[in-house]
């Protein structure tokens, strides 16, 4: 279904407006789908405030049911909705599907913990005083999500308003909509209330605004760029709407020298190159011992060599395309100014006639080179030798960002010491996934506020309410 989907009924744009959707593998136009505007933000926040009352006096468990359809709709499905996620981005299949897959269990795990929201009884200093803390929805919530996972993005963030109570209005990203409709396919064949969920494709700017600045909605969930989640922040400052702002990432990858060097680096490429490098967690900045750094360089060096990008779709995984032109752009205009810097590009940074590919690039650098604290985003691996622990967690810090990062050592008070003074919501120690569905996705500094999935990605859409009883004695 290629519409929005708005109160209950698909629906073409307000002004009937739409928007070409192109391939990044090929560059052609894939299908043209609705782009509103204002006008239909507007629309669908009213939607979702008539059937908030509605909704939130439903049980947990009634709206479990409802989640847990979705969930099981979006397995039953996840061959045709992952091939549409491969189209529009270009990833392989494997990720593909998984990512929906993953979109299922958070729907399911939020449908559980809803149930569990519990609040509590407060023993009081007076006998004749009873006070009890509890947690009630939000009410409507605005989703505004990322392109690079247009699946799991809004998943964690519109099951667990659901699952909270809330009503939501989500808003993907322009350049992965048949993601978007595909969740909206599932909520609606789940049976999803009226208006509850409502699905809109439209302009960035305009949409950001009115959700701001519409006093209907009481709280936005974003996933994007730290440049537009500072915008929001100011927005916000003026109508006091709620923010939760997943932005944008510099991980450090710390590699000490007593390591299996081979695995490391071929997991390290592996790591580096999901999603073509665009994720917000991607391993950025590889900081090896410099004892086995020209081992780990070799070994990644001749990995890339056997790299093939192209079209994915099929039972083979190429590393795909950037998202778009200006992703493209921006990784080619990095390893331009990696060069001018006096960084080494050991291999790769090829662009594609055709498609927005660029072909994986090993940069030898150093900590005083001004590039590598921007956000990459791209299939760029930077690699810096260190020599004490002292000097790496300075160099490892020394970014604003602080959303993930990445130890690896066989000495736990090496991994100790690491774990506790990196500057980072999530420390992976030997492991390149520090997240899960039950886990708390965490980001501080300039790379969030609040928290996705876990039990506190439910709590972000529920407000602590004390009731205390004088007089009961």
């Known amino acids: 279904m290629r519409k929005q989907y708005i109160n209950g009924e698909w629906c073409d744009a ?22 509103g505007n204002t006008a239909d933000c507007a629309l669908a926040i009213a939607a979702a405030d008539a059937s908030f009352k509605e909704w939130k006096n439903t049980t947990p468990y009634f709206r479990a049911e409802i989640l847990k359809k979705a969930a099981n709709y979006m397995r039953a499905n996840v061959e045709a909705f992952a091939k549409e996620t491969s189209l529009e981005t270009g990833k392989p299949m494997l990720e593909s599907r998984g990512e929906w897959q993953v979109s299922a269990n958070l729907f399911e795990w939020f449908a559980e913990e809803g149930k569990r929201s519990y609040g509590r009884v407060i023993p009081s200093s007076r006998i004749d ?70 699905l809109i494709n439209t302009e960035p700017v305009a949409t950001g605004t009115e959700m701001i600045e519409n006093p209907l909605l009481k709280k936005i969930s974003f996933t994007g760029s730290t440049r537009v989640g500072k915008i929001l922040m100011d927005g916000a400052s003026k109508t006091a709407t709620k923010l939760s702002l997943e ?21 390290a490429l592996v790591a580096k190159l999901r999603n073509c490098g665009q994720v917000c967690v991607a391993p950025q900045r590889f900081y090896v011992h410099s004892s086995i750094f020209n081992q780990f360089v070799s070994i990644v060096k001749e990995d890339i060599s056997q790299l093939k990008t192209g079209v994915n779709g099929g039972d083979i995984d190429f590393v795909g395309p950037l998202i778009n032109k200006k992703q493209q752009e921006h990784s080619l205009e990095m390893l331009e100014k990696a060069k001018s810097e006096g960084a080494i590009v050991h291999i790769g940074g090829e662009e594609a006639e055709i498609g927005f590919f660029v072909h994986p690039a090993l940069i030898e650098a150093r900590q005083n080179q001004a590039f590598i604290k921007t956000e990459v985003f791209g299939p760029l691996m930077i690699v810096i030798p260190f020599e004490t622990k002292e000097e790496v967690l300075e160099w ?73 009883y004088g007089n009961m004695s």
């Open 247 to 267: 932005l944008g990432g510099n991980a450090p990858v710390i590699i000490e020298k007593d390591v299996d060097v081979e695995a490391i680096a071929h997991q």
């Open 396 to 468: 490892a810090n020394d970014t604003e960002y602080g959303l993930a990062s990445y130890v690896f050592t066989n000495h736990i008070k090496t991994a100790n010491f690491y774990a506790e003074n990196l500057e980072f919501g999530m420390v992976g120690v030997n492991e390149w996934a520090a997240h899960g569905t039950e886990l708390p996705f965490v980001g501080i500094k300039s790379s969030g506020i609040g928290h996705e999935s876990g039990s506190e990605g439910l709590k972000e859409y529920m407000e602590l309410k004390l009731i205390s």
């Open 129 to 198: 005083k009873r006070s009890m803390v509890i947690y009630q929805p939000l009410g409507v919530v605005g989703v505004i999500t990322a392109w690079n996972f247009p699946a799991y993005n809004p998943a964690r963030a519109v099951a667990a308003a659901l699952a909270a109570g809330c009503s939501v209005v989500m808003r993907g990203s322009e350049f992965t909509p048949l993601s978007s409709f595909n969740m909206a396919k599932a909520l609606h064949e789940a049976g999803i209330l009226k208006g509850v969920f409502n």
């Open 14 to 35: 307000v002004d009937g407006a739409t928007w070409d959707l192109q391939s990044p593998a090929t560059e052609k136009i894939i299908d043209k789908v609705p782009f």
